[in-house]
């Protein structure tokens, strides 16, 4: 499971006051905090400065590179801040996201070409949403079409089926799972990754929602996510789903994680 | 969603004493407080009395029966303690259960005919436990089609495709799941029923195993389990799945139980 830690995102106030102090204890403090809990990458996001994000996303990925280890993932859909930011970047980053919208596709691919970046593919186009699993494995095959023929490799592409809130619509849970599935088994060696949130959108109890669906998600075949990897009860809903997927030999994971004290506190 | 209540088991010591006893009260308590918490059906069981199991079962249901408004789950593989038990039940109940093994088909199917009884049925043969989804597919479809056969509706069987440990082979949730899904799409009508609690056999923090399975089957189309109603977590976790897999137009009963209180502890 490749785990994309959401925290250093400019439209939260933790991160948007540090950003514009230039504090860098703040920022490389998140950073090695989602690290140390087991990020693979940690996403950037600089969107909420609209005219300097480009300068912005740049100060963010040399902060993050200086405290720890580890890729960023790229987060804006504005191909002038995503080219800064890969100038900047060292190793292999994450870009999040192109998309089949036809601007966004057009000036973003160029830039991916040769980079060797993971590349989240959102499945929207210029028609809209997607609401049924049929509609995004529709836009899902245009995606891996062109992708994979500009030269990305399917092991590099994280397809994001889009997650939409249940309250609007009591099918979009079930349409999203069976979307994840039926990438997963159409293009063995690609992935799925979603942000979890957008489910519970307009109600209560968000995280448990949350939590529930990324559960069901992993069943399906998911396997990526973009969530706050400091909440407990989502590493230890994660570690357990994942040893249910069939996931984890000889459940040795869940028992590290068990012995750790991590799933203590059902 | 049926729910059946799994606390009065006389392998349980708060049920072997009072059963022992005589104490009614002890075991009355145990019925009302499980069809409060929301169960449909009470599960009785005195299978750990094997020389006097047909009259104790007769008095667990009896004794239930008094103190509230629901039917039992008579469970049981003996015929002679469920025919006993069948003579004294009020309403429809539930048989827990048959299964394809040669003596219990043969014993149990004479004593279903004309009950409208709800029926159990284990996706096990005299071959043993089925390993992979495709065998509990080839022992469901036997008994569904021996079932119907002898006038028993698609709507009042509940096959338990028989949940086993993920400590023993890793395999077992996805292919427990995949049969659950398979049932549900091939006999639409049917209904399919489990306990959870063998998939975290000989692993620590089972609860949180059997939720989180609980969870990514009910995804699948389970609208069946037997469990302990009275278990809050669990009770939070279905009032989620439910919402998430469709099943809860305008997300009612789950606003109805977050507004009780019942989704405050996540």
Redesign the interface.
């Known amino acids: 499971m490749i785990i994309v830690g959401e925290l250093i995102n400019a439209s939260r106030k933790p991160v948007a006051a540090p950003l514009e102090a230039g504090d860098r204890e703040a920022v490389a403090r998140l950073a090695r905090d989602q690290i140390a809990a087991g990020a693979d990458y940690v996403d950037v996001n600089a969107g909420l400065f609209e005219d300097r994000e480009a300068e912005l996303l740049c100060w963010l990925v040399e902060v993050v590179q200086a405290a720890v280890q580890a890729p960023c993932s790229l987060d804006s859909p504005n191909p002038e801040a995503i080219e800064a930011a890969l100038s900047v970047h060292r190793g292999t980053p994450m870009i999040n996201s192109i998309s089949l919208e036809k601007d966004r596709w057009e000036l973003l691919l160029p830039l991916l070409r040769g980079t060797g970046a993971r590349v989240v593919a959102l499945c929207m186009s210029d028609e809209g949403m997607p609401r049924t699993c049929d509609q995004r494995l529709a836009i899902a095959e245009r995606l891996v079409e062109g992708l994979t023929g500009a030269g990305i490799p399917l092991e590099n592409i994280y397809l994001d089926p889009l997650v939409q809130p249940?309250?609007t619509n009591?099918?979009c849970?079930?349409e999203l799972?069976e979307a994840v599935e039926g990438i997963m088994k159409r293009w063995p060696g690609v992935h799925t990754l979603c942000g979890m949130s957008n489910?519970s959108f307009g109600?209560?109890?968000r995280?448990?929602?949350n939590?529930?669906?990324l559960?069901?998600a992993v069943?399906?075949g998911l396997d990526g996510a973009i969530l706050d990897p400091l909440d407990r009860?989502t590493a230890?809903?994660l570690a357990?789903?994942e040893?249910?997927?069939?996931?984890?030999?000889?459940?040795a994971r869940?028992?590290e994680a068990?012995r750790a004290g991590l799933?203590a506190d059902?």
Do not use: H, Q
Request: charged residues 20%.
């Open positions: 249940v309250s009591t099918a849970g079930l799972l489910i109600l209560p109890g995280k448990r929602i939590e529930t669906f559960v069901m069943s399906r009860r230890a809903a357990t789903a040893m249910l997927a069939g996931r984890d030999d000889f459940c869940y028992l068990f799933l059902r």
